[in-house]
């Protein structure tokens, strides 16, 4: 194969040679078993032109649904990807001899801040203890010996995806892609035109491949290993025009009274009961059916699991699905994420308990 003549004598950043052993592990184990010779070449290239090593995680051989079609005539393509990691993107700057470090934070709209991409300073000031207001970006700066700094700002309008991380993490997803594009301004020999997952739009799907649920039915997905059918109550018949006018005059009817004592009885004295305040916003239930199949928290139900651990799961699963998105568990994984990630919407949606004890009447 021509990757592997081209990879020999060449050696990655951590000194191992990219010889033909090397490059057939990486072919074995990383990239999908689609792959054409081609993208698998375009791959090994990628890899080391940036220095990343997929071995370690740097890096990233994805699939990819792409209509290379029309509207009218759609014509759906499945293509392989180099995407690289941003933490292989840091591991990698670290390697360089002039780089110093990296910066970076998130800012919202009550900070004070004064970005200089000129000098490259960046003068960011905030009391945590006080209201943060909305999230309007985030700065990164690169710091390399002898030369200026690199400052990036971003707006989170312009990079805001509709996706479930970035509807529940915003402030980590805008801080990741400040730190990239930083990394990609301060060295394009190595890191242009290459960008992180949590950059790309929500990944395109054809609708017509998909198929369509059985009509009274659904899945429900995690509550145990594999897809649990269950079904829609069966509603009862409507009844016939007879009987719906017989069932009206039973109504009109009026039943035989009562007979009426004439015996005055005292009644007790009403007792008035203090109204209860209830909250008029229902809370988020406690119970979930939805299962964690895999990873630390396997085995727990997504109501066991705090915000930040089913965040890190999530993000757990997509890294092993890019990682093997052929094997034989991919297709139960991504069933179980696509769980998690509805969980994740629900969580979003319902306020937060301070929002319920701040909309509570007094008693």
Not at 108 to 137: C, M, S, T, W, Y
Not at 225 to 230: C, T
Not at 334 to 363: F, I, V, W, Y
């Amino acid at each position: 194969m021509d990757a592997n003549v081209k990879a020999e004598g060449t050696t990655s950043p951590q000194g191992a040679a990219w010889n033909r052993e090397r490059v057939e592990l990486v072919k074995r184990t990383i990239c999908p078993r689609g792959i054409s010779e081609d993208e698998f070449a375009l791959f090994i290239e990628q890899c080391k032109r940036s220095g990343l090593d997929p071995l370690l995680k740097e890096a990233f051989c994805v699939a990819r649904r792409q209509n290379v079609g029309n509207r009218e005539r759609p014509n759906w393509v499945t293509k392989y990807e180099f995407q690289p990691s941003e933490a292989g993107m840091l591991a990698r700057a670290e390697r360089f001899p002039d780089f110093k470090g990296i910066q970076a934070s998130a800012v919202f709209a009550e900070d004070e801040i004064v970005v200089d991409q000129g000098k490259g300073e960046v003068v960011h000031r905030f009391n945590p203890a006080k209201r943060k207001g909305a999230l309007v970006g985030a700065w990164s700066r690169v710091v390399r010996d002898g030369k200026l700094p690199v400052v990036v700002w971003l707006d989170f309008s312009g990079y805001v995806q509709q996706t479930p991380l970035w509807a529940k993490i915003p402030t980590t997803m805008i801080e990741k892609c400040a730190r990239v594009a930083a990394l990609r301004k301060a060295y394009p020999e190595a890191f242009g035109g290459l960008y992180v997952r949590e950059e790309m739009p929500a990944e395109e799907y054809d609708a017509h491949d998909e198929p369509a649920p059985a009509s009274g039915s659904y899945e429900v997905l995690g509550s145990k290993p594999g897809p649990v059918k269950a079904s829609f109550p069966t509603l009862a018949p409507a009844p016939s025009p007879a009987e719906a006018t017989k069932a009206v005059e039973m109504a009109r009817t009026p039943e035989k009274e009562e007979a009426r004592l004439d015996v005055d009885v005292p009644l007790a004295p009403a007792t008035t009961v203090a109204a209860v305040p209830v909250s008029q916003t229902p809370e988020r239930s406690k119970t979930s059916a939805v299962v964690v199949a895999f990873g630390p928290h396997k085995g727990k139900t997504t109501s066991e699991l705090s915000d930040d651990e089913l965040s890190e799961t999530i993000d757990l699963a997509h890294e092993k699905l890019m990682e093997q998105p052929r094997a034989r568990w991919a297709k139960a994984m991504r069933e179980n994420l696509t769980a998690l990630e509805a969980e994740t919407e629900l969580r979003c949606q319902a306020p937060s308990s301070k929002d319920r004890a701040g909309t509570n009447p007094e008693a």
